[in-house]
């Protein structure tokens, strides 16, 4: 717009005709806006659009992603929750205790009425009849000539533990015996201290160890023992000890640090005799006998 020299009207724009345009006048402003804002926004739809922010892109394919891994973990997890269910099961509370290997051994061992030898890993045998509570001879038949020094010594002990029984003291000393040779012969020492008494343990001990010294080796085999008796029994104090004969035949060979037989023969049954002491502390609470003295016999 501008003004007219001498003219205080305002010189509106005119059309090609030289007309005004419609609806021009003093205080009509609309049609000029209605084109400014038209304009502009002609201008704004044709104006390209700016390009997308190729990080915001990448991260809403992350996380478009990251759900499609998520709910394939937690499937995976329900699924191996509900396979291990059906394998192990469920508490019931009737379910059995743990086993403890130990409870029936201590069980055998704490026993009042043990007077044995306890011997390790052998299976758990019947005890015999007990012996006849009776008196003079009745008592010890079969076990002990009346009136003879072995059953005076079995009547001292017999009144001080009134639990002893000597065929059940019999059966566990013929299973000491056999497991106290076999022991010795393999160098099984462990074996040895649990059925031997400190003294009588280091002699074998060091026949042991001389033995492996020469680099020996023997080789036992038990074929039967034929007879274990009661040949002495004595209460010294509380400690009671009794006296057993064994007769046993058995295989026995010894070899050299080559494997050549030295004595003995691994084919040959020889008939052994051995006169052995038993002795146990009847004032504690160990039931089992100890092996405190060796003889051979005739």
């Given at each position: 717009?501008?003004?007219t020299?001498?003219?205080s009207?305002?010189?509106?724009p005119?059309?090609?005709?030289?007309r005004?345009?419609?609806?021009?006048?003093?205080?009509?402003?609309?049609?000029?806006?209605?084109?400014?804002?038209?304009?502009f926004?002609?201008?704004?739809?044709?104006?390209?659009?700016?390009?997308?922010?190729?990080g915001?892109?990448?991260e809403?394919k992350?996380?478009?992603?990251?759900d499609i891994?998520?709910?394939?973990?937690?499937?995976?997890?329900v699924?191996?929750?509900?396979?291990l269910?059906?394998?192990?099961?469920q508490?019931?509370?009737?379910?059995r205790?743990?086993?403890?290997?130990?409870?029936?051994?201590?069980?055998?061992?704490?026993?009042?009425?043990?007077?044995?030898?306890?011997?390790?890993?052998?299976?758990a045998?019947?005890?015999?009849?007990?012996?006849?509570?009776?008196d003079?001879?009745?008592?010890?038949?079969?076990?002990?000539?009346?009136?003879?020094?072995?059953?005076?010594?079995?009547?001292?002990?017999?009144?001080?533990?009134?639990?002893?029984?000597?065929?059940?003291?019999?059966a566990?000393?013929?299973?000491?015996?056999?497991?106290?040779?076999?022991?010795?012969a393999?160098?099984d020492?462990?074996?040895?201290?649990?059925l031997?008494?400190?003294?009588?343990?280091?002699?074998?001990?060091?026949?042991?160890?001389e033995?492996e010294?020469?680099?020996?080796?023997?080789?036992?085999?038990?074929?039967?023992?034929?007879?274990?008796?009661?040949?002495?029994a004595?209460l010294?104090?509380?400690?009671?000890q009794?006296?057993?004969?064994?007769?046993?035949?058995?295989?026995s060979?010894?070899?050299d640090?080559?494997g050549?037989?030295?004595?003995?023969?691994?084919?040959?049954v020889t008939?052994?005799?051995d006169?052995?002491?038993?002795?146990r502390?009847l004032?504690?609470?160990d039931?089992n006998?100890?092996?405190?003295?060796?003889?051979?016999?005739?």
């Amino acid at each position: 717009m501008a003004r007219t020299a001498g003219s205080s009207k305002l010189d509106w724009p005119r059309n090609a005709a030289g007309r005004r345009s419609a609806g021009a006048g003093p205080g009509t402003a609309q049609p000029c806006a209605y084109i400014i804002s038209t304009e502009f926004a002609s201008k704004s739809a044709t104006k390209p659009r700016a390009p997308a922010d190729p990080g915001t892109a990448a991260e809403s394919k992350a996380n478009d992603v990251f759900d499609i891994y998520t709910i394939i973990f937690l499937a995976l997890a329900v699924f191996i929750f509900l396979r291990l269910r059906s394998v192990l099961g469920q508490r019931t509370g009737r379910e059995r205790p743990p086993y403890d290997p130990y409870s029936a051994r201590d069980a055998v061992r704490t026993s009042p009425s043990e007077k044995v030898v306890t011997l390790p890993g052998r299976a758990a045998q019947p005890a015999p009849a007990a012996t006849p509570a009776g008196d003079g001879a009745e008592r010890w038949k079969g076990i002990a000539e009346p009136g003879s020094p072995a059953a005076a010594g079995l009547d001292a002990i017999i009144a001080v533990d009134s639990s002893f029984d000597a065929q059940h003291f019999l059966a566990g000393a013929r299973a000491a015996y056999e497991m106290i040779v076999t022991a010795f012969a393999q160098g099984d020492r462990r074996t040895l201290k649990g059925l031997l008494s400190r003294e009588v343990y280091e002699g074998f001990e060091a026949a042991i160890r001389e033995r492996e010294s020469r680099g020996e080796t023997i080789e036992t085999r038990f074929i039967s023992i034929d007879k274990a008796d009661i040949a002495a029994a004595e209460l010294r104090g509380r400690v009671a000890q009794v006296t057993v004969r064994f007769v046993s035949q058995l295989i026995s060979v010894t070899r050299d640090r080559s494997g050549a037989v030295i004595e003995g023969s691994p084919d040959k049954v020889t008939d052994v005799t051995d006169v052995w002491t038993f002795a146990r502390d009847l004032s504690s609470r160990d039931p089992n006998w100890k092996l405190v003295a060796t003889e051979a016999g005739q």
